[in-house]
């Protein structure tokens, strides 16, 4: 059907040549049925990948208006014309979620001054937490009310931090220089909850940080210690299904800094797996509680793998597919969603590489770049977003290289490339990120 979001169609279309200085689609010398096959077949080349400037908002509403789906375009061009004018003045566009992070680097990018001024208060904020810590040790409410202050700013600051590439040094010192003080709060007020929990909070971002940067040892040592601080806090209210939920999560994390560290994670996850059963059981429309179980489930289902454990793992899987499934009814739309759906696939491709099937390999890794992509869309400076889909881009660049048409592959290793280079730009340490970027290089330099 041809309507006004045809028009939108061309508009986009011209929009895309003013910028990147070619047409969205190579259709010059073809003949009339090939240039509408490949418009309706073939997705334009994303705009960052003529220039990397013209990543973000442009890039979406351009791609909107380039939808094949003509319900997927903007209603009109008046539509698509203030949908640019959002973009210059630094405002969310309408096709966008209108996610918490993406609503604040909109107000960033239009108040930069104030961020500004507003990042050096929260660095003298910081500073001053710490200085003034000694004076309130002996006044309860006082006392009361900085522990307080302090265990927001780790959780609701700092801990909403680690979706933004390039704060894991901010964050780890933040959080080094936070530890000393709640610590001697737990020595000298034991009952004092709140800096209990702190603590834990603390000890729990700092490990995913040596995680991040590959300093094993520093992890294993902070997971035991965030393990031991969770048992405490479950001793005092031990059937409180959020502690149980917690104690579990501490026990899996746990666990995955053993198996970097050579030692067998398997009992970790059993005991785990064991309670997020029984709490999903017991609260099976709560979403905390069914995401971690679909979570423990790959960790197992991985380990079953490995181990050639191959119907335990089907088993494993074939559970996690169908908690992902609800979890669609109980928070749909999300980031985590996204996540467990692509680990799923990724794992099927494991389990069918140890079957000896390389077509449904490359299937399931083929079919693990969709919602990794979408998650980026939705996160595009979160570091596991970033990784999440670099990774599942090269491994089936890798597992399909043969049988790939060598544009498509150089087109895909440009994705991942753009990927895993604005996490290493931001974060040069990232142990997962170097690793993928050396093998991307690889797969460049064995399709020449």
């Known amino acids: 059907a041809i309507d006004v979001r045809s028009d939108v169609y061309a508009l986009g279309s011209i929009t895309y040549q003013v910028l990147t200085g070619s047409p969205p689609l190579p259709t010059t010398g073809l003949a009339f049925d090939d240039a509408l096959r490949l418009i309706r077949e073939q997705v ?44 210059l003045a630094h405002r969310a566009v309408s096709g966008r979620r209108p996610t918490s992070f993406y609503l604040l680097s909109r107000f960033v990018r239009r108040h930069r001054l104030l961020c500004a001024s507003l990042t050096l208060s929260f660095a003298a904020l910081l500073t001053a937490l710490v200085a003034v810590w000694a004076a309130f040790t002996q006044a309860a409410a006082d006392r009361g009310r900085l522990v307080a202050t302090f265990r927001f700013t780790v959780e609701k600051v700092v801990g909403q931090l680690g979706n933004l590439a390039g704060t894991s040094e901010v964050r780890a010192n933040a959080l080094r220089e936070f530890l000393p003080s709640m610590e001697d709060c737990v020595r000298l007020f034991p ?14 971002q700092l490990g995913d940080i040596e995680t991040e940067v590959e300093n094993f040892p520093a992890a294993l040592l902070l997971r035991q210690q965030a393990l031991a601080s969770q048992e405490g806090l479950l001793a005092d209210d031990p059937q409180a299904p959020g502690h149980l939920a917690d104690w579990a999560v501490a026990i899996i994390k746990l666990g995955d800094a053993e198996k970097l560290s050579g030692q067998s994670a398997l ?101 693990s770049i969709t919602p990794a992509r979408q998650r980026l869309l939705l996160q595009p400076n979160a570091p596991l977003a970033l990784i999440e889909f670099a990774g599942s881009v090269a491994s089936y660049v890798q597992s399909a290289h043969a049988s790939l048409d060598p544009a498509e592959r150089e087109r895909l290793l440009d994705e991942a490339q753009v990927a895993v280079t604005t996490l290493l730009a931001q974060e040069r340490e990232h142990g997962t990120a170097k690793s993928i970027a050396k093998n991307l290089e690889g797969l460049r330099r064995l399709g020449r």
């Not at 939808?67 to 640019?84: C, T």
């Not at 709140?194 to 834990?200: G, P």
């Not at 979403?287 to 679909?294: E, F, G, K």
């Open 44 to 87: 334009p080349a994303p705009l960052s990948q003529h220039d990397r400037l013209l990543r973000g908002d442009l890039e979406f509403v351009v791609a909107a208006a380039l939808a094949k789906s003509p319900a997927d375009r903007p209603a009109s061009a008046r539509e698509f014309g203030l949908d640019l004018d959002r973009v």
């Open 191 to 204: 009952a004092n909850r709140e800096a209990r929990r702190c603590v834990n909070a603390i000890l729990c």
């Open 267 to 367: 009992p970790r996850y059993q005991q785990a797996h064991h309670i997020l059963t029984e709490l999903a059981a017991a609260y099976p429309d709560t979403a905390r509680h069914v995401d971690d179980l679909a979570w423990s489930c790959s960790r197992l289902a991985h380990l079953a793998i490995d181990s050639h454990q191959l119907e335990n793992a089907v088993t494993l899987l074939q559970q996690q597919a169908t908690l992902l499934q609800r979890l669609q009814i109980l928070q749909p739309g999300s980031p985590f969603n996204l996540a467990g759906e692509r680990a799923l696939h990724c794992l099927w491709a494991h389990l069918e590489g140890m079957h000896g099937n390389p077509a449904e390999q490359q299937l399931h890794l083929l079919r």
